[in-house]
């Protein structure tokens, strides 16, 4: 069986300046791995190219899509939350799931649920503008209990998060890792979320 992901050579950059060495890695169902690197090392260019947002310099990237699966099977969680600030947080996140269609039909009864999960359920009907920066990234995070797809790319995905909220979404990560998922993630800082394979920018 090929790889889940296969990446041989690949170089991302800004125009034609390359950001990093060129890269090689394999990522099957249930890895979780750990994309380091500086700040402006291209970890974020990265992630975004392998979701198709960006077209690589040069190399390939090549994704296992199996029988009845969309192309690709993935969701990018982005290091800028993609919330609307007039929005609350209910209504953010079911406007996202049907927009990437990761969740079939939407549940808001679902969501709510989520968010008291995670320390947000007085804030649930809120405008989004009121909330703190680690709340706002708790909404966001919110779809890793809400969605299910085979990949999740996920850019910073504790920046701004107290430790509780990390091991929250540490153990999250595990779990869905644990369920055959592909994790990729990416952090500036030395420690691991969880047990994981490590990529280094160059």
Wanted: glycine share 8%; charged share 20%.
């Amino acid at each position: 069986m090929t790889h889940r992901l296969s990446v041989a050579g690949l170089r991302c950059g800004r125009g034609e300046r390359a950001l990093f060495a060129p890269l090689d890695f394999v990522a099957d169902d249930g890895d979780i791995v750990r994309i380091v690197g500086d700040n402006g090392a291209g970890k974020s260019t990265l992630l975004r190219t392998l979701a198709g947002l960006l077209s690589p310099l040069s190399g390939t990237i090549n994704w296992r899509v199996d029988e009845n699966e969309p192309t690709p099977p993935l969701a990018l969680i982005e290091h800028e939350n993609a919330l609307s600030q007039v929005l609350s947080p209910v209504e953010n996140l079911a406007l996202l799931l049907r927009l990437s269609r990761q969740a079939g039909r939407v549940d808001e009864a679902k969501i709510v649920d989520t968010l008291e999960t995670l320390g947000l359920g007085r804030l649930a009907h809120q405008p989004t503008h009121i909330l703190s920066a680690g709340q706002k990234r708790r909404v966001t995070l919110a779809r890793l209990w809400l969605a299910a797809p085979k990949v999740w790319l996920l850019d910073e995905p504790v920046a701004a998060l107290d430790k509780s909220a990390r091991t929250h979404t540490a153990e999250r990560i595990a779990q869905l890792a644990g369920a055959g998922a592909v994790i990729i993630y990416t952090t500036h800082e030395g420690m691991a979320l969880c047990d994981t394979r490590c990529v280094a920018l160059d």
